[in-house]
């Protein structure tokens, strides 16, 4: 498994000044997009047993981080 943590701007790259603009336009996304990058810096963490966790509750992190970036691509794919 990779532990590279998984950036939004290196996950969508030819989305990044829609996200900027997002960001400073739409509270909802910028709440998306902090909660985002809050989820994945925890879930990094854990897999590089920084702040080691569960198996259980890594894989509901993971899960969370997922269902964040469907929602962030909701925004980003119009």
Not at 38 to 63: C, G
Not at 70 to 75: R, S
Request: net charge negative; glycine share 2%.
């Amino acid at each position: 498994m990779s532990h590279t943590p998984h950036e939004l701007p290196e996950e969508f790259p030819d989305k990044v000044e829609k996200m900027h603009a997002l960001k400073e336009s739409n509270a909802h996304f910028a709440k998306l997009f902090d909660a985002y990058h809050q989820i994945n810096r925890t879930v990094h963490r854990a897999e590089t047993n920084v702040e080691p966790v569960e198996d259980l509750a890594e894989t509901e992190m993971r899960k969370e981080r997922a269902r964040l970036k469907d929602e962030i691509w909701g925004f980003l794919k119009d």
